[in-house]
């Protein structure tokens, strides 16, 4: 193609990537979207223009060379193409799956201001699926091994990208992991059918591969405390423990049998695989009519997961379909599959029937009133507008904050009033020598790729740290120094 | 790991069975449990450490549900694929006075580490354990050496008292001696019951609530119980319990969540079990 002429033709549409039948797929667990085809992936790279300034990079979060991974689709080296992913970004065929693209590197695409932008997120898939296909895994060559060791507690995103930024740096990295399997959010929350559990598989044999050490079922706070960590020869301790303590509403009757956090739901269906019962051991209850509180990425896994058990599903939003935090492609997908939606109204009271299972939700309509602290218009409820809604199960999906484990057993760590650890953004250092952090632990309920680019962040801080060049803004000298002459 | 070293029927229904966990029996305290899971398809479920030494865990459970009955099944060198823990808040020991430990069927096992540091760390312990029937009673001899006194309760009188283990609780209140704390565990209806005979009394009273759990991280939701009126989770605001401020009722209701599912689950067990022998 000559290089001058297809700037100006531009192709409008992007490739459509096949996902498997609305029909078919509410009913299984499999993964919906099947992906680009070689042909598929070449075309649509086709589209993007390599602009000089690209501003897709300024839009993601780990900054990837996204002209340049892109290129190399286009010259059809694919596994050349899924090593420049790689350089910054250590899980590119998670990313490509779960990233919220339209908000970030597809946001600003130039191609976009005419048409739909270049399809980013697809394409990374493409590639890094294309490389796990071939088996053609590259590890790269490490470092003389530094002598120093470091604790990483947690193996959601944060803790798996800064383990192997460390281990790639030639340090000694274990991983501490309070279930017993490893990927937090990525294995127990994100379900099958969007993230298949083989692919997070192969991310943690890259680890493997990479020397990292892995200790799964293994509660940091109870079995071992973070001061232990350190006393026990860790040069240094990175917390990734997530934001998983589920939030209730609060309203009366949430107790009662036959409601769900969004994380138990999920828990048995992704983790203990409930949705294989009885031959799996673990049981989920899941009514005729399945009410899922929320709209975020966690509700819409909740209420397709409930599909897929058979349930008929619905979404109860108490803002309207603009404000919904989802990724826009998962809302799309509920709908396709018919998970139905109800806007405008929370729930005011689960009744329950005299042997104390869920029977309905009172629910009240809401009005949008002015825009509050997150800019999103303020849900107000219309008086007198209750009505009820038959229900067997409710889960509720209203967020999460972070999981006090580690803070509450740690001294010297500083929380916020959210009960989040209180971190430097720019190196995840935090108000205790030696112990960094970053993902939800930090931030509260984030993404994947905000809590990997924390991560890679505390990675550099932490080399740095073990280097003895680094300088700690937070640590107070006196107080550790006179808390040691206490002793 | 989590080897199978040592095991014992103490009833036909009930096992115990000691288990190489090096770590965690080296942290282990009262009151702490584990979470077990037998193989990759297995169920979690928590175990109370009734005692924790040379790097091993004991661990007495009740064969009632598909995966109790499958640790039943298996034998000394068998391995579990986890063991997680110690969980929850150690019991709050230290020097009361007097306290009275109550424990009820399987319970007794889940109160006899915790009635055996009170006794060391000073307190005068009277225990009282209780089971349907004689042939369920399970640690005498170590409660026995736990405690001060020892009062056992039969429901039908074949062994100690018949009746239950409240009837032996008001006779100590009746005795005029000041109690300083009671401690049960059991099953719910009796914990509840036990609350209400120190209520008026003002007697402080704990609990250690067995709610279904899933992760044991506080990550789930799954243990939640109404105490005074907010919702804790069991496995790490607990277990242990103001007995006085726990919704008991509730609690009856939530553990009986899934009884269709293990119900099913075990009839599956059983039929492919009799298939293999
Ligand atoms: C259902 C669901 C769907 C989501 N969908 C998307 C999506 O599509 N796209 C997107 O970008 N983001 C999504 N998110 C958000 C995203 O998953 C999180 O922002 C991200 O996983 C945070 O990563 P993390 O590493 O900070 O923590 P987590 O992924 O939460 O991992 C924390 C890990 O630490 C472990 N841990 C906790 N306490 C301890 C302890 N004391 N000792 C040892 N280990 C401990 C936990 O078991 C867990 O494995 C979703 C979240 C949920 C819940
Ligand atoms: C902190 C804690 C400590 C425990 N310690 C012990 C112990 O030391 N020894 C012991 O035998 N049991 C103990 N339990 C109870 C034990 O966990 C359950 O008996 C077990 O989960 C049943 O599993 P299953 O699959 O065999 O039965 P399931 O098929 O799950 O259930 C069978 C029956 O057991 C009841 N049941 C289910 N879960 C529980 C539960 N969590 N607690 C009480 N009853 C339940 C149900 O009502 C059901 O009818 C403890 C529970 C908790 C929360
Ligand atoms: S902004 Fe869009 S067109 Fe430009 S380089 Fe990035 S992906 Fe390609
Ligand atoms: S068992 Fe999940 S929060 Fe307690």
């Known amino acids: 193609m000559n290089s001058d002429k297809p700037k100006k033709k531009l192709i409008l549409e992007r490739q459509k990537m096949s996902r498997q039948d609305p029909l078919l797929r509410s009913k299984n667990f499999k993964e919906v979207a099947l992906g680009y085809t070689d042909e598929e992936a070449v075309v649509e790279a086709v589209r993007c223009i390599d602009c000089k300034k690209p501003l897709c990079i300024d839009g993601c979060p780990v900054e990837i060379d996204i002209p340049g991974f892109i290129r190399l689709i286009q010259q059809r080296d694919f596994l050349g193409s899924a090593r420049k992913l790689k350089e910054k970004n250590s899980l590119p065929a998670i990313c490509g799956r779960v990233c919220p693209q339209e908000d970030q590197c597809e946001k600003v695409c130039l191609v976009g201001r005419k048409g739909d932008p270049i399809a980013i997120g697809r394409l990374e898939r493409f590639a890094a699926d294309y490389e796990r296909r071939i088996g053609n895994v590259e590890v790269p060559k490490l470092p003389a091994p530094s002598g120093k060791r470091v604790a990483v507690v947690g193996s959601g995103p944060a803790g798996l990208t800064i383990a192997s930024d460390l281990a790639k740096m030639g340090h000694d990295v274990t991983i501490f992991e309070a279930l017993h399997s490893i990927g937090g959010v990525l294995r127990y929350g994100i379900p099958e059918f969007r993230l298949p559990k083989a692919v997070l598989e192969a991310e943690v044999d890259y680890l493997r591969k990479l020397g990292v050490k892995i200790e799964k079922s293994f509660v940091v706070g109870r079995l071992r405390l973070l001061d232990e960590f350190l006393m026990d020869g860790f040069d240094a301790v990175f917390v990734g423990t997530g934001a998983g303590l589920p939030y209730f509403m609060g309203v009366p009757g949430e107790n009662l049998n036959g409601v769900y956090s969004a994380n138990e739901f999920l828990t048995r269906v992704n983790l203990m695989k409930a949705y294989l019962f009885p031959d799996y051991d673990t049981p989920v209850v899941v009514g005729k009519k399945v009410a899922v509180i929320g709209a975020g990425n966690t509700a819409m896994d909740a209420a397709r997961c409930a599909l897929r058990l058979g349930a008929e599903s619905h979404i109860i939003y108490r803002r309207s379909r603009e404000e919904a935090p989802a990724r826009k492609e998962e809302v799309e997908n509920a709908q396709e599959e018919g998970v139905q939606f109800h806007f405008l109204a929370a729930p005011v009271d689960v009744l329950g029937t005299p042997d104390g299972w869920v029977r309905a939700l009172r629910l009240i309509r809401m009005e949008l009133g002015e825009p509050d602290d997150s800019g999103r218009r303020r849900p107000v409820p219309v008086k007198g507008s209750e009505t009820e809604f038959d229900v067997q199960t409710v889960v509720v999906a209203v967020g999460q904050g972070p999981n006090p484990l580690v803070p509450s057993t740690t001294e010297k760590l500083e929380v916020n009033k959210k009960g989040c650890i209180v971190a430097d953004p720019a190196t995840g250092e935090t108000t205790k020598k030696g112990v960094f952090a970053g993902g939800d632990i930090v931030t509260g309920g984030a993404t994947v790729i905000l809590a990997m680019g924390a991560a890679r962040k505390a990675a550099r801080a932490i080399d740095k740290y073990l280097e003895g060049e680094f300088e700690g803004k937070y640590w107070s000298p006196t107080a550790s120094s006179s808390s040691a002459l206490e002793q | ?277």
């Open chain 2, 1 to 277: 790991m989590f080897e199978i070293v040592e095991k014992k029927d103490l009833h036909e229904t009930i096992c115990l069975i000691k288990v190489t966990a090096g770590l965690i029996a080296s942290k282990a305290l009262p009151g702490q449990f584990v979470l077990i899971r037998i193989d990759e398809k297995g169920e979690r479920i928590p175990l109370t450490i009734v005692d924790a030494r040379d790097g091993l865990l004991t661990l007495i459970f009740q064969k009632v549900g598909k995966t109790t009955v499958h640790l039943g099944t298996l034998s000394k060198g068998d391995s579990l694929a986890d063991v997680v823990g110690p969980l929850g808040k150690p019991s709050e020991i230290k020097k009361y006075g007097t306290v009275v430990c109550i424990g009820g069927g399987i319970g007794i096992a889940e109160e006899y580490p915790v009635a055996r540091a009170f006794k060391e760390a000073g307190n005068y312990c009277i225990s009282i354990i209780g089971a349907r029937t004689k042939s369920l009673l399970i640690l005498e001899d170590e409660m026995r050496a736990a405690s001060d006194e020892l009062l056992i309760t039969t429901d039908d009188g074949s062994y100690g008292v018949k009746g239950l283990v409240i009837d032996e609780l008001r006779k100590i209140i009746d005795r005029g001696k000041p109690i300083s704390l009671v401690m049960a565990v059991g099953p719910v209806v009796m914990m509840k019951a036990v609350a209400e005979v120190t209520r008026p009394y003002g007697i402080k009273t704990l609990v250690s609530l067995n709610s279904i759990m899933v992760d044991g991280t506080g990550m789930c939701g799954a243990c939640r119980v109404s105490v005074g009126g907010k919702t804790k989770f069991a496995c790490v605001d607990g277990p242990d319990f103001d007995a006085h401020e726990v919704d008991f009722d509730l609690m009856i209701g939530r553990l009986k969540m899934y009884l269709a599912d293990e119900k099913r689950s075990l009839e599956e067990f059983t039929k492919k079990q009799a298939v293999h022998s």
